[in-house]
Nanobody, 117 residues
């Protein structure tokens, strides 16, 4: 139906920057909202940001003012620009998409982000 593949994760020092990408394939015409979640060891998965087909955005409180989500509908892609990274941002970041109905959810396999000196 829909496949999501993340890229761009890696190791970065505190205060640094990373840009994550997510490419969607398959029945991309069904996608409405796309976003990013993250999960740190021992923690529950939490919302990072999401963006609608009308480019309305929402951010988790912990990343407001530091992260920016964007999308390129022509390329069926969503991006996450992460600035001023903190060790607390260390997690696996998952791309997410919502299909025609809210019951249809799709997930990528995740990309690791490590923020450490």
């Amino acid at each position: 139906q829909v496949q999501l593949v993340e890229s761009g994760g890696g190791l970065v020092q505190p205060g640094g920057t990373l840009r994550l990408s997510c490419a969607a394939s398959g029945n991309v015409f069904t996608i409405k909202t796309m976003g990013w979640y993250r999960q740190a060891p021992g923690k529950q998965r939490e919302l990072v940001a999401h963006i609608t087909s009308d480019n309305e955005t929402q951010y988790g409180d912990s990343v407001k003012g530091r992260f920016t989500i964007s999308r390129d509908s022509a390329k069926n892609a969503v991006y996450l620009q992460m600035n001023r990274l903190d060790p607390e941002d260390t997690a696996v970041y998952y791309c997410n998409a919502v299909g025609r109905t809210s019951e249809l959810l799709y997930w990528g396999r995740g990309t690791q982000v490590n923020v450490s000196s």
